[in-house]
């Protein structure tokens, strides 16, 4: 039998009224709508691991939806009463999780500035590595943000190559992810070997 080979585009990648529908859906009650007049122009990458350097339980679904225990590790006393969240996760498997729709506004940033613009959350959608610092992401996390950055870029035509920033660039004194183990240079690599493709919804 005979195959295409042509290569389908792949419906999971696609948005639907804000979430990807790759993505397991996760809603995070920290978020709200963007100022009215904001237009989503920057991705924000992130590193995040809970207990820090430990990869693959709960805790994170668990941090983004305030239901932190705070008796399972001493670490998490001193985060349980913080209200944050992210629009993605991506796990070291390559899972990818929504907590929050792109037209919404997670709280991811923080104090920050990109460019002279203060409070990126207002305009950035933030996306979250598992992962620390100073230990290399997996290459299934680096092929899953390829495809949710192209995506993004379909959609949201003011995130350029040139609007994609680190944590520790917009949150220089308070901010060290996503870390010097993030592979920029890789990460660019492959965001430039492929064709965008036109929106996925209007
Ligand atoms: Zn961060």
């Given at each position: 039998m005979l195959r295409n080979d042509a290569c389908p585009p792949d419906e999971r990648f696609q948005l639907t009224r804000g979430r990807l529908r790759a993505a397991r859906q996760c809603p995070s009650p920290?978020?709200?709508?963007?100022?009215s007049e904001a237009v989503v122009d920057l991705l924000v990458i992130h590193n995040i691991s809970?207990?820090?350097?430990?990869?693959g339980g709960p805790w994170i679904d668990d941090f983004f939806t305030n239901r932190l225990d705070p008796s399972a590790h001493p670490y998490f006393e001193d985060i349980k009463a913080l209200k944050v969240s992210s629009h993605l996760l991506i796990r070291r498997s390559g899972e990818i999780v929504q907590y929050v729709p792109f037209h919404r506004r997670a709280w991811h940033a923080g104090q920050s500035e990109f460019h002279g613009r203060c409070n990126c959350n207002d305009f950035s959608i933030g996306?979250?590595?598992?992962?620390?610092d100073d230990l290399a992401f997996a290459d299934t996390q680096y092929q899953a943000l390829v495809r949710v950055t192209r995506l993004l870029m379909r959609n949201y035509p003011g995130i350029t190559p040139h609007r994609i920033a680190g944590h520790s660039e917009i949150a220089p004194n308070r901010k060290t992810d996503p870390g010097p183990a993030f592979d920029w240079r890789h990460y660019r690599q492959l965001l430039a070997r492929a064709p965008l493709g036109g929106p996925d919804e209007g």
């Open positions: 920290n978020q709200d709508l963007r100022p809970l207990p820090p350097g430990e990869f996306i979250e590595m598992e992962g620390v």
